[in-house]
């Protein structure tokens, strides 16, 4: 077996609707066309892996156009607001 350890890196979160981190989470039917989208929150990580040939960083970051049209205009603006401690309409988010 080989001596190698795993070291994860917290990154922060993302709030955004659950249908970006589990595609298919919640679909419309023909019985009920119009479903509540629930928004979560998804933890953002790296993984570090130290391995006798190599250290490897395992990164699980986000598309380097990310805020150029990459991602849905109203996610970026969430993810933004997020990370300034802000909900979207720009209300300060209590800390708990």
């Known amino acids: 077996m080989v001596n190698a350890t795993i070291s994860p890196i917290h990154r922060g979160h993302i709030r955004t609707d659950i249908n970006h981190i589990v595609e298919g989470y919640r679909l419309g039917s023909s019985a009920e ?3 509540d989208a629930p928004m979560d929150e998804g933890i953002v990580y ?3 892996i130290d391995h006798p040939e190599a250290t490897i960083l395992w990164d699980t970051g986000s598309h380097p156009d990310a805020g150029n049209g990459h991602w849905p205009a109203p996610l970026y ?3 933004r607001a997020s990370a300034s401690g802000r909900d979207p ?3 300060a988010r209590q800390q708990v």
């Open 89 to 91: 309409e720009g209300e």
């Open 46 to 48: 790296n993984l570090v």
């Open 77 to 79: 603006k969430l993810s």
């Open 33 to 35: 066309p119009n479903p």
